[in-house]
């Protein structure tokens, strides 16, 4: 009923830029906040950033001041821009929504199937 589709992933260079995209589909009255996680191999899966409808962010102490989030409600989309990216980037990033599909109905939570990072150094 609700799809998220991430793009953008792939090989960046250390110092690049890369930006992901990702776009929810299906049966929706609103979306509610929006963000990127990512999982590294071997490890937990951690907040890069998050985005509430009116524009309030939060983002991982580890990449403030590089990566950018940002949406289009119109589009029901959330971008990630990661301006210098570090090897340590280097993950599966998967965005998530909060999406309501009715009026009445509480939000729940949405995944995408994530979308691989590779920094190269």
């Known amino acids: 009923q609700v799809q998220l589709v991430e793009s953008g992933g792939g090989l960046v260079q250390d110092g690049g830029s890369l930006r992901l995209s990702c776009a929810a589909s299906g049966i929706i009255f609103s979306i509610e906040a929006m963000g990127w996680y990512r999982q590294a191999p071997g490890k937990q899966r951690e907040l890069v950033a998050d985005?509430?409808?009116?524009?309030?962010?939060r983002y991982a102490d580890s990449v403030k001041g590089r990566f950018t989030i940002s949406r289009d409600n119109a589009k029901n989309t959330v971008y990630l821009q990661m301006n210098s990216p570090k090897p340590e980037d280097t993950a599966d990033y998967y965005c998530?929504?909060?999406?309501?599909?009715?009026?009445?109905?509480?939000?729940?939570?949405?995944w995408g199937q994530g979308t691989q990072v590779t920094v190269s150094s």
């Open positions: 998530t929504a909060a999406i309501r599909q009715t009026r009445f109905s509480p939000p729940r939570n949405y």
């Open positions: 985005i509430t409808r009116g524009g309030s962010t």
